[in-house]
């Protein structure tokens, strides 16, 4: 028997087949697009995720009859929402969490409600890409789709409708809508109120790991797995990739190294206190039951992939295709030129602006220090030292709100490259754990299904049987003394950068007044 985990990302969709032990024995990918209707808005058709599903799903279950699929589990991204009508059929496209058309709705939801309340009640603060502004944009601008919309749906509940199941979203996946009571898991009668809002035009919170129902035959054909096949809640994607990292107990860390960097610690409690408010970190529901994660994050891989694309060409999988088996060479290529001394460039990697703690959009990335005899191969490793003077803050910040700690379990892309470990390991002074399994996304879910129809006695029990690392990277004191200066000086040019951001506005809203 097999479990089935299905991730739907905001530019693809994952599906993995795992055995009982943890093995991938079947894997798929497909891409899609959203488009850019107007200024800030980013959307795509709801139905473009759910073909996605229906495609990778048939195409790594087509030779598993020998090993036939006992249970699927979704998870996604956040913030993303579709409209839907009573039936569950979508009324309009699929908003984005990279939309920001509701910059002002989420500064008036920030006013009204008050920030550290907020924070108090979902673990959030106010932002724009969350579901609440553009709902509250839907009533003003696109009344017409508001008043169509039975409930309001995150990508898995919507998948699950299209399933013919209950709207079912996990805890953690509700708690990215900004209006989900981290403490009572449950949407915060308080913020609807002040929005004017009722539960029921929502998705309908259940803990991770209950099965939503069982496949029927028209979905169980759709998806190519048999008919009966249980349907098990997920969650959002960053509590997923810390469970397949096997951060579930309290004080362990997951770096989930992506387009974004997400560092994540797993609690007995939400960390709700001044540090972690002060940092605008996020703090909501584990998909384990009784524990809550923490997270800050960044843009990271981005400014990878740019620098080469911007090199090479742009890439294969950039393009929409699952080739691009020529990237690995040439990153390889890139890091053989490395020298074992600072680049002597000072490089922030704030392509598409910063996050924590101050989630500028206004930032941009920035080379400090080139000259005429700056080779590609610095560049590269200059992001690379960038990326992890940002973790080097990321992990000051998330020890100052949640303890300390000295280990982090590692996934993702990032975990290909020696350097960056190694740089990242130096800097933060902490161990990084390389896990085996490069989708710790996916493991997470296959674990959720497995524990859910028995395949698993427990959680514990799972992670304990199927998660594994590869290898271990101790911090390198001599590396750390290295780039002690360097540090410094990130820390200095990102301050310096900020000063200049906030000048630069106000010299542009007194242009404005005039």
């Known amino acids: 028997m097999s479990l089935l985990a299905i991730d739907i990302g905001s530019s693809q969709c994952k599906a993995l087949v795992f055995t009982e032990a943890g093995e991938v024995i079947a894997r798929s990918v497909s891409p899609y697009s959203p488009v850019f209707p107007g200024p800030g808005f980013a959307e795509m058709n709801p139905e473009k995720l759910w073909d996605a599903v229906c495609k990778t799903s048939r195409e790594v279950t087509r030779d598993q ?28 496209p699929a908003i984005l969490n990279i939309d920001n058309r509701a910059t002002r709705e ?11 309340r907020i924070f108090e009640k979902t673990g959030l603060v106010a932002h724009p890409m969350y579901p609440i502004p553009k709902i509250l944009w839907l009533r003003e601008h696109q009344p017409e789709i508001y008043s169509n919309a039975a409930r309001f749906l995150s990508v898995t509940d919507f998948i ?4 013919g199941l209950p709207p079912y979203v996990g805890y953690s996946l509700a708690s990215r809508f900004l209006a989900f009571d ?6 915060s009668q308080e913020i609807l109120d002040a929005v004017g809002l009722t539960a029921n035009q929502f998705p309908l919170p259940v803990p991770a790991g209950t099965i939503a129902g069982k496949l029927n035959v028209e979905a169980a054909s759709a998806l190519g797995v048999k008919h009966g096949t249980p349907v098990v809640v997920g969650g959002h994607d960053q509590a997923c990739g810390a469970l397949g990292a096997g951060v579930i107990k309290s004080g362990r860390v997951s770096d989930s190294m992506g387009t974004y960097e997400c ?9 709700l206190g001044e540090a ?8 909501y529901a584990h998909v384990v039951p009784g524990k809550f994660l923490t997270l800050a994050y960044f843009p990271s891989g981005i400014m990878v992939q740019w620098f080469h694309d911007l090199i090479y060409g742009r890439s294969a999988s950039s393009k929409e295709s699952n080739s691009g088996a ?10 053989a030129q490395c020298t074992g001394a600072p680049a002597g460039l000072c490089i922030t990697p704030h392509l598409i602006g910063t996050c924590n703690p101050d989630f500028d959009p206004r930032a941009r990335a920035t080379i400090f220090g080139l000259s005429s005899e700056t080779s590609r191969s610095q560049i590269y490793q200059g992001i690379l030292e960038g990326i992890a003077c940002e973790l080097a803050q990321v992990t000051q910040m998330l020890k100052s709100a949640t303890g300390d700690f000295k280990d982090i379990y590692a996934t993702g892309g990032g975990t290909r490259s020696l350097l960056g470990i190694k740089l990242r390991s130096a800097l933060t ?5 390389v896990m085996q399994c490069d989708d710790a996304v996916c493991q997470g879910a296959a674990i959720l299904a497995g524990v859910a129809v028995g395949t698993y006695t427990r959680i514990t029990d799972a992670v304990d049987r199927v998660v594994r690392e590869r290898e271990v990277v101790e911090p390198d004191v001599a590396l750390a003394n290295l780039y002690a200066s360097q540090l410094r000086q990130y820390r200095n040019l990102c301050a310096a950068l900020k000063t200049f951001r906030d000048a630069n506005s106000c010299a542009q809203l007194e242009e404005e007044s005039q």
């Not at 249970?71 to 009324?91: D, K, M, Q, Y």
């Not at 981290?182 to 949407?187: A, F, L, T």
């Not at 972690?276 to 703090?283: E, M, Y």
Request: with cysteine.
């Open 65 to 92: 009859g020998h090993n036939p699929v006992q249970a699927i589990c979704l998870s996604s991204h956040g913030e993303t929402f579709i409209p839907v009508n009573a039936r569950g059929a979508a009324v309009g």
């Open 106 to 116: 989420a500064k008036w939801f920030e006013q009204a409600i008050g920030s550290r």
């Open 160 to 163: 699950h409708a299209k399933m």
């Open 182 to 187: 981290v403490i009572g898991d449950c949407w």
């Open 263 to 271: 560092l994540v610690v797993a609690s007995d409690e939400p960390s």
């Open 276 to 283: 972690a408010f002060s940092a605008r970190l996020n703090s």
């Open 326 to 335: 020529d990237e690995p060479d040439q990153y390889s290529q890139l890091e």
């Open 429 to 433: 002074n902490c161990r990084v754990h």
